[in-house]
């Protein structure tokens, strides 16, 4: 796939040497206060990560569009606020990427379709619109499998390219793996967040069902759709989190003293599907946090798993039919094979199941929060079954998609490395609205059982 | 202009005397039975309208886009659903022309611009959504001048084509006088329905200000925009009215028995601007009116003519630079002349001047409603200066922006011809929510006083 540049390179001529902080692995946090005290500008921070795009998107292709100039542009605007004593917040003229489904103004919103390709939108998302307001720069549009389904991207794990980052947040997340940029947007139906970040070694959050609008994004189930925030850091994902969540409505948490106690699923632990490179990570992860004081529980879920995911594919083809099947028929040829086949799958469907599903996606979704209160603690589970497979696939959502259906907060973290290089996830997923409390568990988590950093790669 | 055709000599090849009913200039209700007996097809109805496109385009440039294959499949459907006993009402089958700012899934929504010109809608405007589930069948995308302003689009007048249709609903006012298509949807934020309706001899309506959903549609400036209705005939614009008129909310006509008063405005009679031509026609019509037993009142508006214009002109031109200052600065070269001229202005206006205005037309809106009810009649006016200028332009908007102002309804039709076979057209203008009550003072007038029939231009 050739990337559009919307001369990118022209305006980045200008880069070379213009600062001599390295700041593609930096923390926001920090970049922050250096571009706060004039260490640093917006416009050089924009420029960094614009050449570091320029330096590794051959070997990446993170990005569906980088719109350097603009991104520029913006930039200066902000640091002249900047010099007017005009700070935004944390997010002031910090970069992001945003997944190419989701409306950027003047910008093509592609959705991995030859035919979108140069559909500009007229309109920010209303998430957009959020991050503008906190002072973002958005550098571009990052690739997205075929309309946010499983057909493969052109884009490459950046630990070992011939490998998937995952999908259908795949720019998003090895944009961000890569050092491209230090935030990203993503969606996800099924796993499409969660897994491309642990495959990609980053930090992820998928917030509750409903937390943040989805409006101007588009569809793939909307019973089941959710913005994704992605960064490389938890300090950094705390901050894009704090910039888009909604005003607080005073929901105490659920589990204001949750104690030390872990709960993981048997239906997890003991799938045949999962690696045992996974399982040995995750077994001597649980160990360490035993020995820290932490208490597990083994326990399994109050509703099948395996009517759960029987469910979300039900939703997931119907809904997913009913807003592409018109289109499909008119433009097959736009259509890939797995997209093709969930919607041949969606038209199949009688009223009565999806009708069933529905109901059955009601019911659960209540249900689990009463079982999370009763026990009292909070899911741990490996992030994936194991490390990403070739790029024929973007790998299995099935381990993900349980909380896409139940609408929880889920936030994942790599836990360890292979002897290859590859990054080992957990997840971490919570009562409902509580993401804030679901990101300080993390924080502990990792702090306790710190995973080994990593130098970029590529 | 080049017009995209989307397969539509192709499909047109099957139409030839498909039936012997010449359907371009019928009404839709004659049509409609037609339908419903079985003498004439859903698809042979599109067929037709397809073909007169195809013969009358080259000299109109009405379309920014035909959609002919697409028409023919949802006509096929249609007449599938009636064959099962299934009719939808009065739309079921009609062949309908949206405005190209208007969002209809899976064409592009152009808006005039250039870079545009491929921007595929990913979903229907609500307003598009409504129609479809009434039955209707959109043949395609009419030009609109470059976002909905003034510069002057590549459609001709039907009646003379070296003339302008007027705008910015350019193409769907040419398009349903020319016999292209029985009914259309455009938008005004000035006069951008009513001129056009005027200028090319046909009925509009101009519903009350939030009356239809403007979402999915490109603004202008938001506290002004309207979607707007045209027909060839009143019957028609009625059936248009109910497939999309809002639920009713129980609101009481507020002049249940006007009587047989109507108002007519000095500002508008002694206006300088009024042609001879137009002056002698409106004079005739209202004696023509008297001699049936209607009475007139020649009173002033309460609010002055010259502060609503200057106030128009502020909030249009900030509004408009609020949504499009920044792209116009990125690419300027997609913005013709009066747009560009029209940002600039935006620009340059102080927020006080657009506070002031906002709040004059808060209260505007307040005090004329209360004043119709006082006077206890209904406004007539005429529509225009005169007659269509040449094509350099799309007319003067000054007869039509005030009601756009104050958000009244507004119907539009022609009373006259000239000589030289141009038509002239009033418009009467009721109290806020009253369209019902406008349609059928509308119907009363024009029986009272037919306008002659004409044969269809081209």
Not at 51 to 62: F, L, P, S, V
Not at 233 to 245: C, K, N, T
Not at 336 to 365: F, M, V
């Amino acid at each position: 796939m050739a990337i559009r540049t919307f001369r990118m390179i022209s305006s980045l001529q200008a880069v070379q040497g213009s600062t001599g902080i390295m700041v593609s692995s930096a923390r926001i946090s920090g970049v922050g206060e250096a571009l706060r005290q004039g260490q640093l500008s917006v416009r050089q921070l924009a420029e960094q990560f614009l050449k570091r795009i320029a330096d590794a998107e051959g070997q990446i292709h993170a990005w569906a569009a980088v719109d350097a100039s603009g991104a520029l542009q913006e930039a200066q605007r902000l640091d002249e606020e900047a010099q007017r004593g005009h700070w935004r917040g944390p997010l002031h003229g910090i970069p992001i990427g945003i997944k190419d489904i989701i409306d950027v103004f003047d910008l093509p919103t592609g959705c991995g379709s030859q035919r979108w390709a140069n559909s500009y939108a007229r309109q920010d998302a209303p998430i957009v619109r959020q991050l503008r307001q906190a002072g973002a720069v958005i550098l571009g549009k990052t690739v997205t499998t075929p309309y946010a389904y499983l057909d493969p991207p052109p884009t490459c794990n950046p630990w070992q390219t011939e490998r998937t980052p995952g999908g259908s947040s795949s720019g998003s997340a090895a944009a961000v793996a890569a050092g491209m940029v230090p935030l990203a947007l993503g969606s996800q139906t099924g796993g499409s967040v969660i897994r491309p970040a642990a495959y990609c070694g980053i930090w992820a959050l998928k917030p509750t069902f409903g937390q943040l609008s989805t409006r101007g994004i588009l569809p793939l189930a909307p019973s089941l759709d959710h913005v994704g925030l992605m960064a490389g850091h938890l300090e950094d994902l705390q901050i894009l989190w704090s910039a888009l969540r909604p005003a607080p409505m005073g929901i105490p948490p659920l589990l204001e003293s949750p104690g030390r106690l872990l709960l993981t699923l048997p239906e997890y632990l003991q799938d045949p599907r999962l690696e045992p490179v996974m399982h040995r990570a995750f077994k001597q992860w649980q160990q360490q946090l035993e020995q820290a004081g932490w208490q597990w529980l083994e326990t399994p879920l109050p509703i099948p798993l395996v009517e759960i995911r029987r469910h979300h594919a039900v939703i997931l083809a119907v809904e997913a039919a009913a807003f592409h099947h018109g289109r499909w028929q008119r433009h097959p040829d736009d259509y890939p094979p797995k997209i093709t086949q969930l919607i041949r799958d969606g038209l199949n469907h009688s009223a009565w199941s999806y009708h069933e599903a529905r109901q059955h996606l009601r019911q659960a979704r209540r249900e689990i929060d009463a079982w999370l209160l009763r026990a009292g603690g909070w899911l741990a589970l490996p992030a994936t079954p194991g490390t990403p497979p070739p790029r024929d696939t973007t790998g299995d959502p099935a381990f993900q998609s349980p909380w896409s259906y139940l609408g929880l907060p889920v936030v994942t973290f790599p836990i360890a490395w292979t002897s290859d290089g590859l990054p080992l996830a957990v997840q971490l997923i919570g009562p409902r609205w509580q993401e804030e409390a679901l990101l300080s568990l993390a924080q502990q988590l990792s702090q306790t059982v710190p995973c080994p950093p990593r130098r970029l790669p590529v």
